[in-house]
Every structure is written in structure tokens, then in C-alpha cells.
């Protein structure tokens, strides 16, 4: 990203970041990406590329699955040692949250909330165009109007294991 400071008044309750910045996939075309790390060694272990910054939180099951979402819409598992992809279903926006899990009457079940919003969203749920608008967020993710048909919009997607 270009990044050129600019001078601004902080007001509390509103976005800040104090520079204007312009934001764009690298080399590879990608923005984002999964990886997963030995705490012991700060070793990367595997790494999977994302079209877009994977900006919801990832859940660790028992059984060495990985649970997350992704902001183009889709709801991935994972095997925990490899990062082989075992699974994915797209949800109807993108996803900012966590995975979770619960048991009911005996059965087990895993969900998420998906809604694209937060710094990737603004700009789409407000139609800001310019590649500088919402501090770069216009540029940068552009593209998730192609994969989010409902900008603003949510949903709740819970499947039975």
C-alpha cells in the first residue's frame, strides 16, 4: 500500500488512522492469506493464500480441524496439521467473525456469522468508489461487490456434524 501521512483531528467514536493510504494485492494477486504457526519455534508451518485479507477468527477443534471464513464468502475447514482445505460452502457475505460451535440434544453443530463490514466493508455498503476513499478500503477491496450481493447485509449459517 502507499501509505503519506496527513494531519487530522482525532474525534473520538469515528475511524482514524491519520495519513491517506491507497491499498493493493501484491506480487502474486493476492491480498491475504491463513497460516498457521509452532508457538515454540515461531516456525510457519503451512500458509494458504487468500484473495482477501482473512480478517475473521479461526477455531481449533479437538479433532485437528480449523474452522474460518473469508471475506469473498466462504466457510472453509481445514486439517489442522496440513492446512489441506477438506471442506468449504459459501455463505451469503463475507465473514468478519469467528466460527463456533455447540451441542444440542446429543448432536454437535458449527457455525458462523457472515456480513461484510468493519474497514473492508465501508466503502462497498456506502458506494465509495474513489481508490483512496474509507482510508484506502475503496481501492483495496473493490472487488467484494463481484462476491457480496447484499452489501450491508447478514446471515447466520449453522451446519449439524
Not at 491517506?20 to 491463513?34: E, H, I, R, S
Not at 493464500?49 to 479437538?62: D, I, L, Q, R, V
Not at 496439521?81 to 460452502?89: A, H, I, M, P, T
Amino acid at each position: 500500500m502507499t501509505y503519506e501521512p496527513v494531519e487530522s483531528k482525532y474525534v473520538a467514536g469515528q475511524p482514524w488512522v491519520g495519513a491517506t493510504l491507497t491499498m493493493f494485492a501484491g506480487p502474486d494477486g493476492v491480498m491475504g492469506g491463513f497460516a498457521a504457526y509452532d508457538p515454540m519455534t515461531n516456525k510457519k508451518v503451512w500458509y494458504n493464500k487468500e484473495k482477501f485479507s482473512a480478517w475473521g477468527g479461526a477455531m481449533t477443534t479437538a479433532s485437528d480441524l480449523v474452522f474460518y471464513g473469508t471475506l469473498d464468502r466462504w466457510f472453509k475447514a481445514l486439517d489442522a496439521k496440513s492446512g489441506k482445505e477438506l471442506w468449504k460452502f459459501q455463505v451469503g457475505s463475507g465473514v468478519i467473525g469467528n466460527a463456533f460451535t455447540y451441542a444440542h440434544k446429543g448432536k454437535q453443530h458449527v457455525g458462523v456469522l457472515s456480513g461484510i463490514g468493519g474497514w473492508a466493508g465501508v466503502a462497498m455498503n456506502l458506494g465509495l468508489t474513489n481508490d483512496t476513499d474509507a482510508l484506502g478500503a475503496a481501492g483495496g477491496y473493490k472487488e467484494l461487490t463481484k462476491y457480496n450481493a447484499a452489501p450491508g447485509g447478514g446471515g447466520l449459517t449453522v451446519f449439524s456434524l
